[in-house]
């Protein structure tokens, strides 16, 4: 384990919790016009691309946005995201606060922290916690419990710094950034594929040894809330590695204990791709169906989710460039229904041990499966769910 695993695992102390200002401060704030005189260089650009220069902390698209609902005069006059800039012109931008900042308010949510810095925290997210309000859920959120706890700060970041989402049943590790730098090179390592992500998953047969499964995701075409494995245009390219842990016979219906790592991060990768092979999630309630009766019956212990934890993450330090994993261990409803099931109970067998392959001991990032060497390009249309 490298130093900074090491470190990474010991739990950081709580921070005092800061309530963002009064919202009608922060809006009375957001909205203080900026006033900047365009650089001659510039002169006969596009404006759009103009200002992502001149305002390097907003996104294009939200200055885009911002030119369309006229909070952007060039020389007096409203502006169009395509005219070309005049020579000397004075351009004002009166900013905006985003749509989930207005709605979104700060909660005492319990977060449990398994480790904290000044560019990220690392959360183990229990199951039944939903990670961005939305409808149906529109509290009790981890965004409301971040906004609390790092007040106008969090309130400042596009989703409080949310970089990817695990679902509400499923538990495990997460990573927060804490400043918009952060937040942007976690997000491009994401796309870049070099955020190592392993689960612990029980799930319907008996699984081969090991394997990856290979299909693109997308919408379900006969139902929208749902993903599948889409082999048309639309369906995202998704893979996902698996090797099998532990086997055993329940009810005389075969289950089997699998870590999965992610190489894409599409939504609900792991739930469609095991479905699709046809070894569906234990207690999945979406994607369970898939071998008939059997994954709809009761499960011991009246277990009600799907049997998913994100029990490793590693990553790159955005500000040390340092290698960093932590592990959250296997939760107790998990670990009971393995024992039930009767998994886990050779000598030897462990749902979620060392695994001195996750990254080298040696920090070498190569051998760890990191490759520095590639290009990080950021994809505004691919997925930033965590699985």
């Not at 470190?7 to 200002?21: N, Y």
């Not at 992610?262 to 739930?271: A, K, M, V």
């Not at 670990?335 to 039930?340: D, I, N």
Request: aromatic share 6%; glycine share 8%; hydrophobic share 40%.
């Amino acid at each position: 384990m490298t130093e900074g695993a090491a470190r990474a695992s010991e739990p950081a102390d709580s921070a005092a919790s800061s309530v963002p200002t009064n919202l009608h401060a922060r809006r009375a704030d957001a909205e203080t016009p900026r006033t900047i005189v365009v650089p001659d260089e510039y002169a006969g650009e596009r404006l759009d691309k103009v200002m992502a220069r001149l305002f390097p902390e907003f996104s294009r698209s939200r200055l885009q946005t911002w030119i369309d609902a006229q909070r952007v005069v060039v020389d007096g006059a409203p502006a169009k995201i395509r005219q070309p800039v005049p020579l000397g012109a004075t351009i004002t931008l009166i900013p905006d606060l985003l749509p989930e900042q207005l709605a979104f308010t700060p909660e005492p949510v319990p977060l449990e922290i398994v480790y904290e810095d000044d560019a990220l925290v690392v959360i183990n997210k229990p199951a039944g916690m939903v990670v961005h309000p939305a409808a149906g859920n529109w509290s009790g959120t981890l965004l409301n419990g971040l906004l609390y706890r790092y007040g106008d700060a969090a309130a400042g970041l596009p989703r409080a710094g949310i970089v990817h989402r695990l679902d509400k049943e499923t538990s495990g590790l997460m990573v927060v950034a804490r400043t918009l730098e952060a937040q942007t090179i976690l997000t491009r390592q994401l796309q870049a594929r070099t955020v190592k992500r392993r689960y612990v998953a029980l799930v319907w047969g008996t699984m081969p040894d090991e394997g990856t499964i290979d299909a693109p995701i997308g919408r379900d075409t006969r139902d929208r809330t749902r993903m599948a494995v889409v082999e048309s245009a639309s369906g995202k390219y998704a893979r996902t590695h698996y090797r099998t842990i532990d086997r055993a016979m329940w009810n005389n219906q075969p289950v089997s204990a699998i870590h999965c790592d992610l190489e894409t991060g599409r939504t609900h990768q792991i739930r469609v791709h095991c479905a699709h092979i046809r070894h569906p999630l234990l207690g999945d309630p979406i994607y369970g169906h898939a071998r008939g009766k059997r994954s709809v019956q009761p499960l011991p212990n009246e277990f009600g989710r799907q049997a998913l934890h994100a029990w490793r993450l590693g990553l790159i330090h955005p500000t040390t460039g340092r290698e960093i994993s932590w592990r959250a261990d296997v939760p107790a409803d998990i670990e009971a229904l393995a024992a039930e099931l009767g998994l886990g109970r050779d000598e030897g067998t462990d749902l979620d041990p060392e695994d001195a392959d996750f990254i080298d001991d040696e920090g070498d990032a190569t051998a760890a499966g990191w490759d520095e060497s590639q290009p990080i390009e950021y994809d505004e249309d691919d997925e930033d769910d965590e699985e």
